[in-house]
């Protein structure tokens, strides 16, 4: 009888298909471009599970709902009217609920899951800068926004086509409102990011971009109503406009785009329009900076 030792076992080497990875190595553009894709796609609940895909498909419908209405009254009743009921520079602040519901409801998904599950150090293990993360969040929800605010337009566009307003008049003045809704996105989009960074919960981010669009709006709107039409001082009433997001772009389309105004005071002269423009792009400014510095702080 042999010994162990004189007649080791045997063994057998099998071979299980991995093999070495040949093909292209995407860098930082692709990945930023890929990840900007995944956050626009998941602000709709595009890729995610139905529940997901319910909130933000019914606020794009409920956005899009008075926009049919008008496009309806518009038809019925062109013989008599020569524009639309509402202009197109007026329908975000309108609609503005609308869209704090949905950026209240979608910003605190593009970042605070990946906090409070604590995938960020995976995203900067690969060749991803912190900048190209946020670039790539702020980039996603601002288009989500672009086009939640866009959708509406077009509707109301067509319909004053079919009611036969001046096409160049119609595709002027929808050119024009589509500037003020990318500055309303980028705005929205950055104010929302900023607060959703600070918590993991959800929900905590969700009350916290409420309170600040929906007070701050209906603070100024008051003080605005009370110190013009009480007090007759309209310029004070103008610079109030500065402290709240909403009324703030209200008075950068109506300065810089000559848009029909929807606060309860417009911006107090050139100065005013001015000053509406500066603090439009600090606040923009500012939510970028303000992003980056929170990722500085994530390690890997």
Same mark, same amino acid.
């Given at each position: 009888?042999?010994?162990?030792?004189?007649? !080791?076992?045997?063994?057998?080497?099998?071979?299980?298909?991995?093999?070495?990875?040949?093909?292209?190595?995407?860098?930082? $553009?692709?990945?930023? &471009?890929?990840?900007?894709?995944?956050?626009?796609?998941?602000? @709709?609940?595009?890729?995610?599970? #139905? &529940?997901?895909?319910?909130?933000?498909?019914?606020?794009?419908?409920?956005? *899009?709902?008075?926009? %049919?209405?008008?496009?309806?009254? +518009?038809?019925?009743?062109?013989?008599?009217?020569?524009?639309?009921?509402?202009? @197109?520079?007026?329908?975000?602040?309108?609609?503005?609920?609308?869209?704090?519901? %949905?950026?209240?409801?979608?910003?605190?998904?593009?970042?605070?899951?990946?906090?409070?599950?604590?995938?960020?150090?995976? @995203? %900067?293990? $690969? !060749?991803?800068? /912190?900048?190209? @993360?946020?670039?790539?969040?702020?980039?996603?929800?601002?288009?989500?926004?672009?086009? =939640?605010?866009?959708?509406?337009?077009?509707?109301?566009?067509?319909? +004053?086509? =079919?009611?036969?307003?001046? +096409?160049?008049?119609?595709?002027?003045?929808? =050119?024009?409102?589509?500037?003020?809704?990318?500055?309303?996105?980028?705005?929205?989009?950055?104010?929302?990011?900023?607060? #959703?960074?600070?918590?993991?919960?959800?929900?905590?981010?969700?009350? #916290?971009?409420?309170?600040?669009?929906?007070?701050?709006?209906?603070?100024?709107?008051?003080?605005?109503?009370?110190? /013009?039409?009480?007090?007759?001082?309209?310029?004070?009433?103008?610079?109030?406009?500065?402290?709240?997001?909403?009324?703030?772009?209200?008075?950068?389309?109506?300065?810089?785009?000559?848009?029909?105004?929807?606060?309860?005071? !417009?911006? !107090?002269?050139?100065?005013?329009?001015?000053?509406?423009?500066?603090?439009?792009? +600090?606040?923009?400014?500012? *939510?970028? #900076?303000?992003?980056?510095?929170?990722?500085?702080?994530?390690?890997?």
């Amino acid at each position: 009888m042999s010994s162990p030792m004189t007649n !080791p076992p045997s063994g057998v080497i099998h071979d299980i298909g991995y093999r070495k990875y040949d093909g292209p190595r995407l860098g930082r $553009r692709q990945v930023t &471009r890929a990840l900007f894709a995944q956050s626009l796609r998941g602000a @709709y609940g595009l890729g995610r599970s #139905a &529940r997901a895909k319910v909130l933000p498909m019914l606020l794009l419908g409920v956005m *899009c709902l008075p926009a %049919f209405i008008i496009t309806v009254i +518009a038809n019925v009743t062109s013989s008599i009217m020569t524009e639309l009921p509402l202009p @197109y520079s007026r329908y975000v602040v309108v609609t503005q609920g609308i869209l704090t519901i %949905f950026v209240a409801a979608q910003a605190p998904v593009s970042l605070s899951r990946d906090l409070r599950f604590k995938t960020v150090p995976l @995203y %900067f293990s $690969r !060749p991803l800068e /912190r900048s190209d @993360y946020v670039l790539a969040k702020f980039g996603g929800l601002a288009t989500a926004l672009f086009l =939640l605010l866009t959708a509406p337009l077009l509707i109301m566009y067509v319909g +004053a086509l =079919l009611a036969e307003f001046p +096409a160049g008049r119609e595709t002027g003045d929808l =050119l024009l409102a589509l500037v003020g809704v990318a500055v309303f996105s980028v705005v929205f989009a950055g104010v929302g990011l900023v607060i #959703a960074s600070l918590t993991p919960r959800r929900g905590l981010g969700v009350a #916290a971009i409420i309170t600040l669009f929906a007070l701050s709006f209906a603070a100024v709107s008051a003080l605005q109503g009370i110190i /013009r039409y009480e007090v007759g001082n309209a310029d004070l009433a103008g610079w109030l406009g500065l402290l709240s997001p909403i009324t703030l772009v209200d008075g950068f389309q109506t300065w810089v785009l000559d848009a029909s105004s929807s606060a309860v005071a !417009p911006p !107090p002269g050139d100065l005013g329009g001015v000053v509406y423009v500066l603090v439009t792009f +600090a606040v923009i400014g500012a *939510c970028w #900076a303000l992003l980056n510095l929170r990722y500085r702080k994530v390690s890997i």
